[in-house]
Nanobody, 124 residues
Framework: QVQLVESGGGLVQAGGSLRLSCAAS????????MGWFRQAPGKEREFVVA????????VFADSVKGRFTISRDNAKNTVYLEMNSLQPEDTAVYYC?????????????????WGHGTQVTVSS
């Protein structure tokens, strides 16, 4: 099993920045890819970014490309999502997820493990 814990959410004004963290524990050696998804009230869970846990392959959703970056500290088993130029439409609960299949995934169904989420609210 893999446990994921997100942190770093909060309230920010439009144009501001936030950094989310996702700390993994447990059977982290089984992880192939890590991803961030978000879900706004009344909407489906939306892909944000996916990255290989120990490689360099990363895929961003078009809606965040150029504004969000992802990094990882494998020694700390932690992935970071740096979010810049935030807009009200970025408001959502952000979830960290991990998958074991050796193919980077961008759909929620591809992921085996999920964190509980962290709220990001962007005010206009």
């Amino acid at each position: 099993q893999v446990q994921l814990v997100e942190s770093g959410g909060g309230l920010v004004q439009a144009g501001g920045s936030l950094r989310l963290s996702c700390a993994a524990s447990g059977r982290t050696l089984s992880i192939y890819g890590m991803g961030w998804f978000r879900q706004a009230p009344g909407k489906e869970r939306e892909f944000v970014v996916a990255t290989t846990w120990r490689g360099s392959n990363t895929v961003f959703a078009d809606s965040v490309k150029g504004r969000f970056t992802i990094s990882r500290d494998n020694a700390k088993n932690t992935v970071y999502l740096e979010m810049n130029s935030l807009q009200p439409e970025d408001t959502a609960v952000y979830y960290c997820a991990a998958h074991t299949p050796k193919r980077l995934g961008i759909t929620p169904q591809h992921y085996d493990y999920w964190g509980h989420g962290t709220q990001v609210t962007v005010s206009s």
